[in-house]
């Protein structure tokens, strides 16, 4: 710009010559320089609506101080490398000299809208009379029925967000609701709503208002998740405390002297203090697993092995029920990627319940083989243990490996069962990426079958 101002001056020219273009020059370079400012200005808004998501972004916990800052600073870059929106060539436009009123008038400047659209939770512009101005594709995940040019209460009813709207108008911090939607499904969506600033969304193409939604369904469930299960854990530590406590206060007292019943109390609190120590491994073996779960086991592990391992670890205890542990071994040796220990786990998990919950002088079959499954039909690696039982009813089977969970309650406790059993088995499949599927039949018996790939077979 400067060599083109001085250009003039290093021609021989007459003055009178020179005087006339170097004041349009002069016009161009203002008409440039206010194009500038004004980009500038259109920028500033644009950072202030990246800075706004941002915070946002940072008070609903979502982003931390750091990432905040870096990610802030990563937009602001590109907005300002990034030339004027919708092709609009402002420099341009405005060294000429001509149109750059009208489109100022039309609002168009749309730059800060793929703003709104990176945003990583639900965003909705609005302009001053709350109507729809841009929305991002999570905002529309969460009102399927949202179009552009449309007053906000027609996309959601919602008495709360409707409110909030009102008093961010006025408000001079961002206005936080909950708001509850029931259809299609019952949720908690956490609302922020952002005033920008006071200049007319028609006048400068800019929102008004910005509103920044999260569904929080998923973390209430995780929470309530995390609450019951302590409640679990500790209601099922606080039985077999009960009733120590209680054995403990009559030998103190009424059964001092009383031999025989000393004994028996003795019996039955050692089984409570084993059932309390089973609980305690057991809680210990799940966070265990569970904090390893997206670690990749590193060993081999041969299946029929195992399979053969765990028949004859449980053979007295089948004996005791008067069950025949019967193996099936595949034609040649099952490897696959895993930790023994943990595989083992799940068999005797497995096998262990089949006893326990299959018919007396029944049978307990564990057969190790290799199928074609999926889609396309892949070969994988199958241990299936299948008892002649009583059987699970249907309700029960999606929930069986939920912790704590037990079909039959009375059942399960007498048996010495935590409910955690198939909790640990689903984590160490899951860490094998293996599956584990049941069928069963009330009054014909259970099957419950592990997958697992190959080793060799995939990639
Ligand atoms: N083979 C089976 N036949 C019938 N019911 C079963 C069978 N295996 C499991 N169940 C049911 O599933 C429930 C959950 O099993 P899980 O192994 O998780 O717990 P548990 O056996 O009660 O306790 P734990 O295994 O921790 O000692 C059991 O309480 C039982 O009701
Ligand atoms: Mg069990």
Redesign the pocket.
Known sequence: MIEALCAPMTDRQPLSRFLPALTSRLGQTQAALRAVGRRARMRSWALAITAVLFLILMGAGSLSGWVTIAGFAAMAMVIMQQGPSGGDDELGEDASGAGSASRRASGDDTSWRPLVDAMPDAVVALDHNFVVMHFNAMFEDLFPRARLQQPLSHVSRNPELNEAVERAVSASEPVIVDVFERVPVERRISATVSRLGGRDSRQTGLPFLIISLRDMSEQDKLAQMRADFIANASHELRTPLASLRGFVETLQGPAREDTQARERFLGIMSSQANRMT?LID?LLSLSRVEMRVHLRPRGIVELNEVAAYIAQALEPLALASKIKIVVTRSESPIRIRGDRDEIVQVLQ?LV???I???KESGRVEVAVSRVLDGTPPQPRALVAIA?D????APEHLPR?TERF????AA??RDK????????IVKHIVIRHSGELRITSVVGTG?T?SLLFDELGTRA
Do not use: E
């Open positions: 089973r057991d998990n262990h319940n089949a326990k919950y299959g008892d039982g009583p059987g699970i069986l969970y037990r079909a039959n059942a399960s010495g069962g935590t409910g955690l059993g198939l909790a259970s419950f």
